[in-house]
C-alpha cells in the first residue's frame, strides 16, 4: 500500500502527507500508523566515537567511517578535568564527557547545532587533534556543569543519555536528558543526578545508601529501553542498582559475587558485567532479578563490554590483549580469545553506526576498529594520549535499546 508521510492511503497513488494527488486516483484519506508500527531504520545518522584523552583533560571526536580524528576539545574548566567516561544521545547529535576531578561537559557534533558565541557568522571550532581550543573557546561546546568529586576514586564516571519523547507525526526523539553518578565513600552512599539535557540544569537526584563498602563507587551505567538507569559498582562487592525512568526509585540488587569492571546492556536490558582476576562474565536478569555467572574468558582481567544488534558482546581482555565474544542471547562463547595485533592494554569498547566493533587501547594510545565477523582489524587511529573511556562511546548502545531490530 502506498505511503503518506507517516500514514497509509486507502486506495489509489501516492499521497502527499494525506492530501491527494489526483482527486480521481486518490481516496484523500490518509489513515496513520503508529511509530512503533512502522518500519524501524537499522540505526540513527550517528557517524562519532567520543573518546577520552584522561591525563590530557581532553575528549577526542573521531569520524567512525573515516577512522580520522575530525575535533579535540578540552573536557572541562581548569581543575575539573581527567575525563573518563563519554555518551552519545540516540540520535548522535550531542555528546556528553564526564571529568572524576568534578564536572560535565556537552558538546554538539555537527556545526549546525553549535552557538556561534561572538557573532562572527562562523562557528570557531576544532578541525582536529592539533586544533584545540582553549576552554570556554570551542563554540560546539553547549555547557559545562560542575559535580561533587571528593577524590579520584570518588569522583563521577557512570553516565549516560535518556531517551525524550517521540514525536508522533515525525517519530524522532527529542534531545533526552542526561544521568550521571558518583560516590561519597564516608557515607558508603552512590549519588546520581538527572540533568537538562538542553542545558545542564539539575531535574532530579538519587541516593542509594550501603553501595559496597569499596574505594571506588558507581563505575558503569546505561540506560534500557523503557529509560530507566542501569549502573554498576567496581570491585567484588560492586552492585547493580537500577534507577527506574518514571519515578526515579532506586532498586539496589547486591553484587555478582566477582569482581566487576566493565559493564553493558543486550537487547533485552539485562546487564552484562565483565570481571577482572578471574575473568569471569556475568549477567544480571532484569526479570528474574538474579546474577549468574555465564563463562569464564581467561585472561587476567575483562574491561570494557559493549552489545552489538545481533545480540554479540565484545569484551576488552588484559593479559594477554585482545577481545572476548558472547552470545547474549544463547549465553555461550563465540570466541575466548581474538588477538588484536598492536595492542597493549585495550580498557574500553564501543559498536559504531555501521555494526564495527571499537576498541580503546590505554596503552597503545589507539583505538581499533575492528570487523565484528572475521576480526580483522580495518583501521586504527593513532595520536590519542592515554585513551581511556568505558561507556557507549558512539551512542550505539541506546539506540539499540530503543530500536532493537
Not at 555528546?95 to 562562523?122: H, L, W, Y
Not at 570491585?235 to 539496589?252: E, F, L, R, S
Not at 555478582?256 to 578471574?278: K, V
Not at 544463547?330 to 592494554?345: D, F, K, L, S, Y
Request: contains cysteine.
Amino acid at each position: 500500500m502506498p505511503v503518506c508521510g507517516n500514514g497509509v492511503v486507502e486506495m489509489g497513488e501516492e499521497c502527499d502527507d494525506g492530501n491527494a494527488i489526483d482527486n480521481d486516483a486518490c481516496s484523500n484519506v490518509c489513515t496513520k500508523v503508529p511509530c512503533d508500527q512502522q518500519m524501524a531504520p537499522d540505526v540513527f545518522d550517528f557517524s562519532y566515537i567520543w573518546i577520552s584523552n584522561s591525563p590530557a583533560g581532553t575528549v577526542s571526536k573521531i569520524d567512525t567511517a573515516s577512522a580520522t580524528e575530525v575535533g579535540r576539545y578540552v573536557s572541562g574548566p581548569p581543575g575539573k578535568q581527567d575525563p573518563s567516561r563519554t555518551s552519545v544521545s540516540v540520535d548522535g547529535k550531542f555528546a556528553v564527557v564526564v571529568n572524576r576531578n568534578g564536572s560535565i561537559t556537552m558538546f554538539a557534533a555537527e556545526p549546525d547545532d553549535c552557538i556561534d558565541k561572538n557573532n562572527n557568522n562562523q562557528i570557531d571550532t576544532s578541525t582536529g587533534p592539533g586544533d584545540v581550543r582553549p576552554w570556554g573557546e570551542d563554540e560546539c561546546m553547549i555547557w559545562s556543569k560542575d559535580l561533587p568529586s571528593f577524590s579520584n576514586n570518588q569522583g563521577p564516571r557512570p553516565v549516560s543519555w535518556n531517551v525524550g519523547e517521540q514525536d508522533p507525526n515525525t517519530c524522532q526523539y527529542a534531545m533526552g536528558d542526561v544521568w550521571v553518578g558518583w560516590y561519597n565513600q564516608g557515607q558508603n552512599t552512590g549519588y546520581f543526578r538527572l540533568l537538562n539535557g538542553e542545558d545542564g540544569a539539575t531535574i532530579t537526584e538519587v541516593t542509594v545508601p550501603n553501595w559496597s563498602g569499596m574505594n571506588w563507587g558507581p563505575y558503569g551505567g546505561a540506560i534500557d529501553g523503557d529509560n530507566n538507569f542501569w549502573v554498576t559498582g567496581w570491585g567484588t562487592n560492586g552492585p547493580v542498582v537500577k534507577i527506574d525512568g518514571q519515578t526515579y526509585q532506586a532498586t539496589h540488587y547486591g553484587s555478582a559475587g566477582g569482581w566487576i569492571y566493565g559493564m553493558g546492556l543486550d537487547l533485552s536490558g539485562n546487564t552484562w558485567a565483565s570481571g577482572c582476576g578471574t575473568a569471569n562474565v556475568y549477567r544480571f536478569d532484569a526479570q528474574s532479578e538474579t546474577w549468574s555467572t555465564v563463562a569464564n574468558l581467561g585472561g587476567s582481567c575483562l574491561r570494557g563490554l559493549q552489545v552489538d544488534r545481533q545480540g554479540r558482546a565484545f569484551i576488552a581482555k588484559n593479559s594477554p590483549c585482545g577481545l572476548g565474544v558472547i552470545d547474549t542471547m544463547t549465553q555461550t562463547v563465540i570466541q575466548a580469545h581474538v588477538n588484536i595485533p598492536g595492542c597493549v592494554t585495550p580498557v574500553g569498547v564501543s559498536i559504531d553506526a555501521e555494526g564495527y566493533v571499537w576498541v580503546v587501547d590505554q596503552g597503545a594510545s589507539s583505538a581499533f576498529k575492528i570487523d565484528p565477523d572475521n576480526y580483522n582489524v580495518v583501521a586504527t587511529v593513532t595520536g590519542l594520549q592515554s585513551p581511556y573511556t568505558y561507556s557507549d562511546m558512539t551512542g550505539a548502545g541506546l539506540n539499540a535499546q530503543i530500536l532493537p531490530q
